[in-house]
């Protein structure tokens, strides 16, 4: 009996507070429609900008966590995620927990780490993945992913994809494909993000910024083959297949 092929759809780089509404609801919408088995949250669902290298003396560093946790919280519960990369905005708290020298900061950045982790198992997420290079790898048959780490997707498809497979990670924020040079092929895609671009003032001035696009990538594996699509905003609307039709050859066409 041939089993079905097995849907998917990853996602990243909401940053918490910082999420665009219109992406959020087609992604949303999407699942609807699609129906993914697998749900994997690529990371930086927490903003966390307060807790950023530099920021104690400006304006960033002055900001509640509130709204923020909250809006990561939110989106746990709406993607309902059956993975969940951390990303490096969320091991700021990890950083925070192990480093600060304050007792006080690390307990908090520990608690908050605790409830974060608590609501992704609550919201139905199976495994936490942490940022980590070599543990924040994620392997489901022929497809793997992670946050992300550094802009180079060529370089993290040949570290990370399996022969012949798919790599998908977050972090670019670019939404771009590139077909890795590797015996037997395979691809890495980098999602776009979810987040309100044109506030994302910290990355205003670096030039990959102006590269970066809202959306996420949805695709089906079955045993070693696969397909993955990158779905976004085009101009003010959004463009995506949702129906699968899987069309065997008949007996006799191949040799």
């Known amino acids: 009996m041939t089993t079905k092929p097995t849907k998917f759809v990853f996602a990243a780089d909401s940053h918490g507070d910082m999420a665009d509404p219109e992406s959020?609801?087609?992604?949303?919408?999407?699942?609807?429609?699609f129906k993914p088995d697998i749900r994997?949250?690529?990371?930086?669902?927490?903003?966390?900008?307060?807790?950023?290298?530099?920021?104690?003396s400006d304006t960033e560093g002055a900001e509640s966590l509130k709204e923020?946790?909250?809006?990561g919280v939110d989106f746990l519960r709406r993607f309902r995620p059956t993975y969940f990369h951390k990303g490096n905005h969320e091991y700021r708290l990890t950083a925070m927990a192990r480093q600060h020298p304050s007792a006080v900061v690390r307990d908090y950045c520990s608690d908050l780490e605790a409830r974060i982790d608590r609501e992704a198992r609550k919201a139905g997420v199976k495994q936490i993945l942490p940022y980590h290079a070599k543990r924040g790898l994620l392997r489901i048959g022929p497809i793997s992913s992670h946050h992300g780490?550094?802009?180079n997707l060529t370089k993290l498809g040949m570290h990370y994809a399996t022969e012949g497979g798919l790599f998908m990670c977050g972090h670019g924020h670019s939404g771009h494909q590139v077909n890795l040079p590797k015996h037997n092929g395979g691809a890495a895609y980098m999602s776009p993000c979810l987040c309100r671009i044109d506030d994302m003032d910290y990355a205003a001035n670096y030039l990959g910024t102006a590269r970066w696009n809202n959306g996420f990538i949805a695709g089906w594996f079955q045993g070693s083959d696969w397909k993955a699509?990158?779905?976004?905003?085009?101009?003010?609307?959004?463009?995506?297949?949702?129906?699968?039709t899987v069309w065997t050859p008949p007996k006799g066409l191949r040799k």
Do not use: M
């Open 24 to 33: 959020l609801a087609a992604l949303y919408a999407y699942c609807k429609d």
């Open 40 to 56: 994997i949250a690529g990371g930086d669902h927490f903003d966390l900008r307060s807790l950023r290298k530099g920021a104690t």
């Open 68 to 71: 923020d946790v909250e809006a």
């Open 149 to 151: 780490i550094g802009s």
């Open 229 to 244: 699509w990158i779905i976004h905003r085009i101009g003010d609307r959004w463009l995506w297949q949702s129906d699968l």
